[in-house]
């Protein structure tokens, strides 16, 4: 039975607001629905959230829900880096559109840094990661797939992603199977883990979803079993 990423990986909305101005955006959608910021293109730092990073419970979090890491300030990197160096207990995803613009190095252990990637003519941004982001772990997500992105160079990376349009926009795009296989079939020839979201289950079948975790992430849920296994007998 496939899983819901959301389930394994939880937004931490650190910074919300974006300019890089894609038309599918959620977040923007959401953030004036709900009216969260004035303007979702003026970027916004909230440093009172960062201490949820403080919970002793090990979670999975991704950074950059509603953002992008290519808009953030330098001090609140330095803000965010210094209480991640804090908290080894967790394991923290970044995600940017545009690596062009980082020049960024982080020796932490519990850092992820990724590229979304939603066609082939997107996939100079894998190089650009890798190029100008010094990190420990690297990922790729690819959603929502547009197109066949072929040959993939997936040396040095850690964990993809394969994700099609959700929402209005899903009856004019959709994913073919065979591009998600493939991709598959080239990450695992590299011995990559490879997760196909839960809105590729209409595309592929429940029965060919491949739904798999990195070690470090696998470790954490585990260990939050555990402890909601000590909290439970605590309270008994
Ligand atoms: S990069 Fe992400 S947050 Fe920014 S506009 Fe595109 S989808 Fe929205």
């Given amino acids: 039975m496939s899983v819901c990423i959301k389930d394994k990986i939880q937004n931490m909305n650190l910074v919300i607001g974006c300019n890089i101005g894609c038309n599918y955006c ?10 969260i910021t004035e303007d979702f293109s003026k970027p916004e730092f909230f440093p009172k959230k960062l ?3 403080d919970k002793a419970r090990p979670q999975n979090f991704l950074l950059a829900g509603m953002s992008d890491f290519a808009c953030w300030k330098k001090q609140w990197c330095d803000a965010v880096f210094e209480k991640i160096s804090e908290n080894p207990q967790h394991q923290f995803l970044f995600l940017t559109k545009r690596p062009d613009l980082l020049n960024f190095e982080t020796d932490l252990e519990n850092v992820w840094f990724g590229v979304t990637v939603t ?5 100079w941004r894998i190089d650009a990661l890798r190029k100008n982001v010094h ?14 992105p072929g040959k993939v160079d997936l040396e040095g990376i850690d964990w993809i992603v394969i994700g099609t349009m959700t929402g209005a926009q899903s009856k004019k795009v959709q994913t073919d199977p065979v591009w998600a296989y493939s991709l598959t079939k080239q990450a695992h020839l590299l011995n990559i883990p490879v997760f196909m979201k839960e809105d590729l289950v209409c595309v592929v079948g429940e029965k060919n979803i491949v739904q798999e ?7 954490v849920l585990e260990a939050q ?3 909601y296994k000590q909290k439970k007998t605590a309270s008994l």
């Fill in 51 to 53: 201490r949820l990073m």
């Fill in 213 to 219: 975790m990195p070690y470090e992430f696998n470790k």
């Fill in 119 to 123: 066609r082939k003519a997107e996939l």
């Fill in 26 to 35: 959620y977040a923007k959608n959401n953030v004036n629905r709900y009216h």
């Fill in 225 to 227: 079993k555990v402890w």
């Fill in 135 to 148: 990190a420990k772990h690297y990922h790729v997500t690819f959603e929502p797939l547009y197109d066949d």
